[in-house]
């Protein structure tokens, strides 16, 4: 079945890196969209980076854009999100996530997924 399971989260300083993994299973990475979410707390989900199957477009929300990268390894299964430049209201957890449809373009709509990894923290603070 479709699994993801995400990891490297931490706690940062502010203007640290760290760099997350979505490892997945039960489908080919390359046909599907994948992006990251996350959720700070009392806050609702927002898009963060997404991935196009087909062409590999990305995209990043203006938030993020210039400090975020994502990126995927096909051979590992594994969609990364390097986060550099860190800042206090990156803090949340993040969530990476999946479509059932394949060869769709990426978007950084929550309602658009379907599956969903458990998520891991991110703390940014000094």
């Known amino acids: 079945q479709v699994q993801l399971v995400e990891s490297g989260g931490g706690m940062v300083q502010p203007g640290g890196s760290l760099k997350l993994s979505c490892t997945t299973s039960?489908?080919?990475?390359?046909?599907?969209?994948i992006g990251w979410f996350r959720q700070a707390p009392g806050k609702e989900r927002e898009g963060v980076s997404c991935i196009s199957s087909r062409d590999s477009s990305t995209y990043y929300a203006d938030s993020v854009k210039g400090r975020f990268t994502i990126s995927r390894d096909k051979s590992k299964n594994t969609v990364f999100l390097q986060m550099n430049s860190l800042k206090p209201e990156d803090t949340g957890i993040y969530s990476c996530?999946?479509?059932?449809?394949?060869?769709?373009?990426?978007?950084?709509?929550?309602?658009?997924?379907?599956?969903w990894g458990q998520g891991t923290q991110v703390t940014v603070s000094s």
């Open positions: 996530a999946t479509v059932e449809k394949p060869f769709t373009r990426a978007t950084l709509s929550v309602d658009e997924y379907d599956y």
């Open positions: 039960g489908f080919r990475l390359d046909y599907f969209a």
